[in-house]
């Protein structure tokens, strides 16, 4: 109980007595123990039940409720305000994992990112390449990101200069493959729990994505999603864009789904919320959900050899 003891005296040096707490989807399951632990040490718990993705999907409505908001398993990606208490969610691992990576590496001086859960061991993975003769160089990122971290939607912690490779550290293939997208660079992805390495390869994803592209060309109307959530509000570039084709009407959404989107009945989405809905949902979506990028290709303000992954700042 150590861990949420340190929650209790962060609480109660801030004068909380009550205090809603907010977990990410994989963090949920300990929702309940937090939330007892918490009631036993004197304070009113609230537990957001909502779905969460990230920290741009801040608890506001449970705020006018309590004197905290606990949000469990991100880094901020804005000024959350002084009632907003973030707690991360670190993954150690082993980091003579990063020995697999060497044979795969071209370069023996290479950009490094990690995602929020590894961030904290940065400094030591480059202290481990450097006993295998690898210089990694690493950047601050965008949106609120540590030194090296990388977010589904900001990848300026990937843009560093002088070097032609980039190491990711992390689970999962969305993160690199906005790496390689938004950087140009080689990109090779270990997964530090699986133990895998493999260079990452946008093709497949750059085909369907045109596929998607031309699809919607022949809808007769877009709906424009515009999400409400906290760190997700891009009005103004949905507004902007909205006027430039006669047929596009923005849509102020909270939560995304296929149901919804099945019940409007729009021919083709244009995704102004989070940036991972149009790429990582789309098989499950009745209908092309495009990117804001990707909406300048149709309507010809952008060609599709300079794709651009879909970013927020
Ligand atoms: S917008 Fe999406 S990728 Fe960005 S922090 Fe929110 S959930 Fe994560």
Do not use: W
């Not at 905290?68 to 082993?94: M, N, Q, R, W």
């Amino acid at each position: 109980m150590t861990e949420y003891s340190d929650l209790a005296r962060k609480l109660r040096h801030r004068n909380a007595a009550s205090v809603a707490l907010q977990f990410p989807e994989g963090l949920k399951r300990r929702a309940r123990e937090i939330a007892l632990f918490l009631k036993k040490e004197g304070f009113f718990v609230i537990v957001n039940a909502d779905p969460c993705y990230g920290a741009c999907d801040l608890a506001s409505d449970a705020l006018p409720h309590v004197d905290a908001l606990v949000h469990f398993g991100h880094t901020p990606v804005d000024d959350p305000g002084p009632k907003v208490i973030f707690e991360p969610y670190s993954v150690d691992v082993d980091l003579d994992v990063l020995g697999e990576a060497a044979p795969f590496l071209r370069q023996r001086t290479i950009g490094l990112v990690t995602t929020a859960q590894h961030v904290h061991l940065l400094p030591a993975m480059v202290r481990k390449l450097a006993e295998i003769g690898i210089a990694a160089r690493t950047r601050t990122g965008s949106r609120g990101c540590r030194e090296g971290q990388v977010l589904g939607c900001a990848f300026e912690a990937a843009r560093i200069p002088s070097v032609d490779e980039i190491l990711f550290v992390g689970t999962g293939l969305f993160h690199p493959l906005g790496v390689r997208l938004a950087t140009g660079k080689r990109v090779i992805a270990l997964d530090p729990l699986a133990g895998t390495v493999q260079e990452v390869d946008e093709e497949r994803f750059l085909r369907q994505r045109f596929a998607l592209v031309e699809r919607a060309r022949s809808a007769d109307s877009y709906g424009l999603i515009v999400s409400s959530k906290t760190g997700q509000g891009r009005f103004g570039l949905a507004q902007e864009m909205a006027s430039r084709c006669r047929n596009a009407i923005l849509l102020l959404m909270r939560e995304v789904n296929p149901e919804e989107l099945l019940n409007l009945g729009f021919p083709a989405y244009v995704n102004f919320a989070c940036p991972r809905l149009a790429y990582d949902d789309q098989p499950r979506f009745p209908a092309p959900v495009l990117s804001p990028q990707e909406f300048q290709i149709l309507l010809g303000e952008r060609d599709f050899s300079s794709y651009a992954i879909d970013e927020m700042s």
